[in-house]
């Protein structure tokens, strides 16, 4: 076969515009779209961030593991005869223009998306003569469930997803025989990347089209498989049998397949196109480039002239070819691969003709039309954002409407386009005829996507995709079931609207604050109130203290574990669960009174959701106001910790203020070897590396008390910790790209080929949106993502991220993270081992000669006053320009703002009188002071 030639490009070039669009982000985004589609137990490639496994039963009715491969379009069924015309389709594109995906670094990548459904094709195959075409089905199943594809295995009313084969008794020569085009193209492609793996792939293509080819029927028919209204074969099965025929030969170079192409092919109308269920438009095309006689080019030549303005088919106004209703852009892409292909390998009058014609139809998708938009989700100008998938929309409530905006970014689907020749067309889920996606629309458009980079250029997005910010996912929906002047019940309606990803939590829970004020002046205790519940769970715990200094007290409420709420319908969402707080009928009414209570006011009879009462993911918060303060202490006290000298020193500062009644507070700590001390300062000394708990006691003067475990990490001798842990949180590390990796110790992974170091950390917002190595081999990945691979605590003391997974030899481990003069440092905890990230090639100067130590408190001649604290806190010194962050005594920040002067006060008014930590740091990393403060 002839090649396109890079001078055959720059004659097409001088004659034509300039590319519009970006087309390597276009085809970047095309191949993202796949792995949105992907079934079964996700790969650690997988990058889109909202999904999660799903049909992870697939197969087992019959014994079989029949997981993976892809969702068919905006529904969860996997339908065998598109998804290998769509794996053939996208195989003739790359093999066609493999250079476009090279110059964007997407070759890789797109293997590993055909990699996934080959596996699962194979999977499919168990013997030479059956092969799984079909796991679930549409009329009786899943169309009847618009909802996530991860709820597939766990709603009850959605059943078991039923595997149809074809075997000898139920023949479907199309499905065989496309999927042996599908294999045997892929055995093309894995030829030199992997052989044994090719050489697997070719065998199976061979046993299925001899079982196609031998066993004859339509696999909607003679098969018995309910594709019905779907993808029944209307066009038959001989053009499979051509079409199979053909790509074995160019596969094999066996002739004997090309005799049989030759045999099968027939005719077409001339008056449609390639597409799932119709190749022989293909398979004319393939034999005017493999044979080079005549009659396949006048063939090919017919219908692509058919395809022009005034050859038959419809055009709109703004220059679309317009074949069908539904999916049209779709149609439209198909014949402009085949256009390019022909005109590309066969010597032709039309090359010009059928190149721009091509090139015009490319960017009318784009957004080169008279709407003035882009059909391709997630990319260029007003892109469709309400395409027909359930995944991107997200619904709990299995409504296509509700709600109204999609949760989700579905990046790089071909929208099915205007379903008539006016180029009209409107963003709507509920009309799938436009707004249609499927793995098959975006099969060609790929194609011929790499074919434009090859001409007109395009680049890659850096860092994409990035993951996205979840929405509103767990919410409380309240409303006072009955009242009087002793009791309160409420019906709290526990939603779990999940989507990143759609799951089931193993535990949620709600609470709802009080105000025992009234009850405690009447002499009542916590003990002594009614908790009554009813309903999908119970009441745990009774009432429990939560601010006691200001009587505040919570009523927790927990749904039943085999009644647990998922994302899956109006009756499945959601669970209530009704609960009652009352008073001894001992008590005076008076002792009762709901009107001052946190999570009260704004309750009515109607259900309404209700941030007030707070919900809890897995023990988390996950939505909700919490009233300020609590009793409880967490670790935001200070604890200054000197790392590189043995033994390991814990210093702990706290401030003590009078009180006018003399009842001031105490502060004790036991370290848990028998040292405490009554005093502001106390230390110890651990003379072992190693994982020790504190733990921190306040006692007021009435002799209660309160009590919190905080972890240290004792590192003992480190001769590169850059002062790792930090006694504070990680600050802001946001965007930034590192092109050095310094391993410092040994037994470090070899890193030689990483190219860039990106991170994205932002502190306010808690957020890791970013975390990732570029190689310049491709190994294991040119762009491995992280983001899915660890597990982080930048947002507290001794900051520190695990990794699992990484795919780098002697990367995974546990290490505590810090900067240094801008640069990340890693620092091992289990290992003499330190991973410098920087934009030097300089390896940092560590250990007792480094000039990179934290700076002293008297060096930055910082201050601030007064403390106790009464309205407003004034710091001055070496500050501007530096951070300060204000914690609760539960590590919840109340202020995080740069500082931009030397003198700077900020308002504390409107805090609740307690214990907060002050922490400035500048702009290095070097913390400047770190003090508890006492606000009055």
């Known amino acids: 076969m002839k090649k396109i030639s890079l001078w055959a490009i720059s004659l097409i070039a001088c004659a034509t515009a300039s590319a519009q669009f970006n087309y390597g982000e276009a085809l970047q985004k095309s191949l993202l779209f796949y792995e949105t589609q992907q079934s079964g137990v996700l790969p650690d490639w997988n990058r889109i961030d909202w999904r999660a496994d799903s049909g992870v039963n697939d197969g087992k009715d019959v014994g079989l593991d029949l997981t993976g491969g892809w969702h068919d379009a905006g529904d969860h069924i996997k339908f065998g005869f598109p998804m290998a015309f769509s794996v053939t389709a996208l195989n003739w594109g790359f093999l066609e223009y493999k250079e476009g995906y090279d110059k964007v670094n997407q070759t890789d990548i797109f293997l590993r998306n055909i990699k996934w459904v080959t596996d699962y094709f194979i999977k499919c195959h168990p013997s030479p003569n059956e092969f799984y075409a079909q796991v679930a089905d549409s009329k009786s199943q899943d169309h009847n469930f618009w909802m996530p594809a991860e709820m597939v295995d766990v709603h009850p009313m959605y059943g078991i997803r039923r595997s149809y084969k074809l075997d000898t008794d139920n023949p479907g020569s199309d499905v065989a025989c496309e999927t042996a085009a599908a294999l045997a193209s892929a055995s093309m492609m894995f030829k030199t990347v992997d052989p044994t793996y090719s050489a697997t792939l070719l065998q199976h293509a061979k046993e299925l089209y001899d079982f196609g080819d031998t066993y004859r029927g339509n696999y909607n028919e003679e098969g018995n498989i309910p594709a019905s209204g779907t993808y029944s074969s209307f066009s038959g099965h001989v053009d499979e049998l051509a079409w199979g025929a053909m790509w074995l030969f160019k596969a094999t170079g066996d002739s004997t397949y090309l005799a049989k192409a030759e045999e099968h092919y027939k005719d077409p109308d001339f008056k449609w196109g390639i597409a799932w269920d119709d190749k022989s438009y293909g398979t004319m095309a393939l034999l005017a480039i493999e044979t080079g006689k005549e009659k396949y080019k006048i063939a090919t030549e017919k219908y692509l002239d058919f395809w022009q303005k005034g050859g038959g088919i419809n055009y709109s106004p703004g220059g679309q070819a317009h074949l069908d209703q539904w999916g049209s852009l779709r149609y439209a892409m198909n014949t402009s691969l085949v256009a390019l292909i022909y005109s590309d390998n066969v010597t032709t009058s039309k090359k010009d003709t059928y190149h721009d014609f091509a090139v015009k139809q490319i960017d009318y998708a784009l957004g080169d039309n008279p709407l003035d938009r882009s059909f391709v989700t997630g990319f260029g100008k007003n892109p469709p954002n309400k395409v027909h998938h359930r995944g991107q929309h997200a619904s709990w409530i299995r409504s296509e409407t509700i709600p109204a905006e999609s949760r989700h970014t579905l990046w790089g689907a071909l929208a099915g386009g205007p379903n008539s020749d006016d180029d009209g067309f409107e963003d709507d889920r509920t009309d799938f005829q436009e707004n249609e996606v499927a793995t098959d629309y975006n099969a060609c458009y790929t194609g011929v996507l790499a074919r434009m980079i090859m001409e007109f250029g395009g680049t890659a997005l850096e860092n994409f995709p990035q993951p ?431 500082i931009d002067s030397d003198e700077f006060s900020t308002e504390l008014s409107s805090l609740s009188n307690g214990i907060y930590l002050v922490h400035i740091e500048k702009e290095d990393g070097s913390v400047g002071i770190e003090k508890v403060i006492l606000n009055r």
């Open 468 to 898: 996205e910010v979840p929405g509103e996912e767990f919410v409380t929906e309240v409303k006072i079931n009955g009242e009087a002047s002793r009791y309160t019940e409420l019906a709290i309606w526990l939603n779990n609207r999940s989507a990143w990803p759609a799951r089931i939590p193993n535990s949620l829970s709600a609470r709802y604050f009080v105000d025992l004020t009234e009850g405690i002046e009447a002499g009542l205790k916590a003990s002594d109130y009614t908790i009554t519940a009813r309903g999908a769970g119970k009441a745990t715990g009774g009432l429990q203290e939560w601010d006691s200094t200001n009587n505040i007290y919570y009523v927790e409420v927990e749904v039943d574990a085999d009644k647990m709420p998922f994302p899956g319908g109006a009756s499945q969402y959601r669970r209530e669960i009704q609960v009652r707080i009352e008073i001894p009928t001992s008590a005076p009414a008076t002792a009762w009174n709901p009107s001052n209570d946190p999570s009260y006011e704004g309750l009515t009879g109607v259900v309404t959701e209700f941030n007030k009462v707070s919900i809890y993911s897995d023990g988390k918060l996950a939505n909700g106001d919490e009233p300020a303060g609590s009793s409880v202490l967490a670790a935001g006290f200070t604890i200054d910790k000197t790392s590189g000298i043995a033994p390991f020193e814990v210093n702990v500062n706290a401030s003590k203020s009078s009180d006018p009644e003399g009842s001031g507070l105490t502060y004790s700590w036991d370290f848990g070897n028998g040292d405490t001390a009554n005093t502001k300062i106390a230390s110890t000394t651990f003379e072992t590396e190693g994982q020790y708990t504190i733990e921190l006691t306040i006692t007021d003067g009435t002799g209660a008390t309160a009590t919190k475990e905080v972890t240290v990490n004792a590192l003992g001798e480190r001769s590169c910790s850059f002062d790792a842990p930090r006694s504070s949180a990680l600050p802001s590390v946001e965007n930034k790209d590192y092109s050095n990796v310094h391993i410092i110790g040994s037994n470090g992974p070899n890193l030689d080929n990483v190219t860039t170091f990106t991170i994205n950390w932002n502190l306010e917002n808690n957020g890791l949106y970013g975390f990732a190595l570029s190689t310049s081999d491709g190994n294991p990945g040119h762009y491995v993502d992280l983001s899915s691979k660890i597990n982080q605590t930048f947002n507290g003391n001794n900051p520190g991220i695990s990794i699992a997974d990484s795919g780098f030899t002697g990367l995974d481990d546990d290490y505590f993270a810090t900067v240094d003069e801008g640069n990340f440092v890693l620092v091992s905890k289990t290992r003499e081992l330190t991973i410098y990230f920087s934009n030097s090639s300089e390896t940092p100067v560590c250990g007792e000669s480094s000039t990179l130590s934290t700076p002293t408190f008297s060096a930055l001649n910082i201050g601030l006053y007064p403390n106790p604290v009464v309205d407003k806190l004034y710091i001055h010194g070496d500050i501007s320009k530096a951070r300060l962050t204000i914690y609760t005594i539960d590590g919840s920040i109340v202020e995080n703002t740069i």
